[in-house]
């Protein structure tokens, strides 16, 4: 890092795009142009998922307690944590709309305590909205956050920070009480006021039913291409999760493998010798100065 850190992105300003807002989304739906969601856990990667143009939404997901935090699982994540990181996130984030997750147990108690942990990612965090896990027993907590202005959006199929009771990270609604389960939460969700819902784990032929019946745009993380939206892990996007790999995930690059591969190029040029080059990598004193130094050096010994 230079010892004079730069301002902005040292690759150049953002690309530029007006920025998104719920109604962009539902117009994107409208036009059945699919709709783009990242993750990201901190400034670089919210530059990251700003660098695109396509990009619409960013998500500060409650999977940087795995893939950041080195957690088991989503449940241990605080609301603490997850407000450090959605801020880092604004500092990065451009045009996409900036959607946080509540972590576990941040809305379970109480809707008051909802309201106050939710007003908390959005003054603190930087947050634009936030996401929510959960069905038709949550649909009184997104009518009252969206009553006080803050835009939910929902989450139905697999939830993880239910995996334990869901007796792991199962595909959900592959029965027909199951289907219809997911539907019915989808559709209480949105008459509670939620803006999109995250459709995960189901049959493909269930998110498009969804989206069909739904008249807000579904974001697909497993669930077919027949959703409004789809979203991925930046960690999985880019390879370097090393963790188990979904079947819904596809790398688009392998950075795992550079990243390592750079790691250990360093290492071997510190204990060969190499690194840093004398010449191009070090400072230097100018020689009468040094001499200089020198002599008052011995002098006072």
């Given at each position: 890092m230079s010892v004079r850190p730069q301002a902005q992105d040292p690759v150049g300003p953002p690309v530029p795009r007006k920025k998104v807002t719920i109604q962009t989304l539902h117009a994107l739906r409208q036009s059945k142009t699919p709709i783009t969601m990242i993750t990201a856990y901190d400034y670089p990667t919210a530059l990251a998922c700003s660098s695109s143009t396509l990009t619409d939404i960013t998500l500060v997901g409650d999977s940087l307690a795995q893939v950041c935090l080195g957690y088991p699982s989503t449940t241990k994540l605080t609301i603490d944590e997850m407000i450090h990181h959605s801020r880092a996130v604004s500092r990065g984030n451009t045009h996409p709309l900036l959607v946080a997750?509540?972590?576990?147990?941040?809305?379970?108690?109480?809707?008051?305590?909802?309201?106050?942990?939710?007003v908390r990612m959005v003054?603190?965090?930087?947050?634009?909205?936030?996401?929510?896990?959960?069905?038709?027993e949550i649909?009184?907590?997104?009518?009252?956050?969206?009553?006080?202005?803050?835009?939910?959006?929902?989450?139905v199929g697999l939830l993880p920070q239910r995996h334990a009771a869901l007796s792991g990270y199962r595909v959900q609604g592959r029965s027909v009480d199951g289907a219809q389960k997911v539907l019915s939460d989808a559709l209480a969700l949105q008459r509670a006021g939620a803006f999109s819902v995250v459709v995960e784990a189901v049959p493909q032929e269930l998110g498009r039913y969804?989206?069909?019946?739904?008249?807000?745009?579904?974001?697909?993380?497993?669930?077919?291409?027949g959703t409004s939206g789809q979203v991925l892990?930046?960690?999985?996007?880019?390879?370097?999760?090393?963790?188990?790999?979904?079947?819904?995930?596809?790398?688009?690059?392998n950075l795992k493998e550079v990243r390592d591969n750079g790691v250990q190029k360093y290492a071997e040029g510190v204990r060969d010798g190499s690194f840093p080059d004398p010449a191009t990598e070090s400072y230097s004193m100018d020689p009468e100065l040094w001499e200089k130094f020198l002599e008052k050096e011995s002098k006072a010994e």
């Amino acid at each position: 890092m230079s010892v004079r850190p730069q301002a902005q992105d040292p690759v150049g300003p953002p690309v530029p795009r007006k920025k998104v807002t719920i109604q962009t989304l539902h117009a994107l739906r409208q036009s059945k142009t699919p709709i783009t969601m990242i993750t990201a856990y901190d400034y670089p990667t919210a530059l990251a998922c700003s660098s695109s143009t396509l990009t619409d939404i960013t998500l500060v997901g409650d999977s940087l307690a795995q893939v950041c935090l080195g957690y088991p699982s989503t449940t241990k994540l605080t609301i603490d944590e997850m407000i450090h990181h959605s801020r880092a996130v604004s500092r990065g984030n451009t045009h996409p709309l900036l959607v946080a997750d509540m972590p576990f147990g941040s809305y379970h108690v109480s809707v008051e305590d909802a309201i106050r942990n939710a007003v908390r990612m959005v003054r603190e965090g930087g947050a634009e909205a936030v996401k929510l896990e959960g069905g038709k027993e949550i649909s009184d907590i997104v009518r009252r956050l969206t009553e006080v202005g803050i835009p939910v959006m929902a989450h139905v199929g697999l939830l993880p920070q239910r995996h334990a009771a869901l007796s792991g990270y199962r595909v959900q609604g592959r029965s027909v009480d199951g289907a219809q389960k997911v539907l019915s939460d989808a559709l209480a969700l949105q008459r509670a006021g939620a803006f999109s819902v995250v459709v995960e784990a189901v049959p493909q032929e269930l998110g498009r039913y969804a989206t069909e019946r739904l008249s807000i745009p579904t974001i697909g993380i497993g669930a077919g291409p027949g959703t409004s939206g789809q979203v991925l892990v930046l960690d999985d996007i880019m390879g370097t999760w090393s963790g188990h790999k979904a079947k819904f995930v596809r790398r688009f690059a392998n950075l795992k493998e550079v990243r390592d591969n750079g790691v250990q190029k360093y290492a071997e040029g510190v204990r060969d010798g190499s690194f840093p080059d004398p010449a191009t990598e070090s400072y230097s004193m100018d020689p009468e100065l040094w001499e200089k130094f020198l002599e008052k050096e011995s002098k006072a010994e």
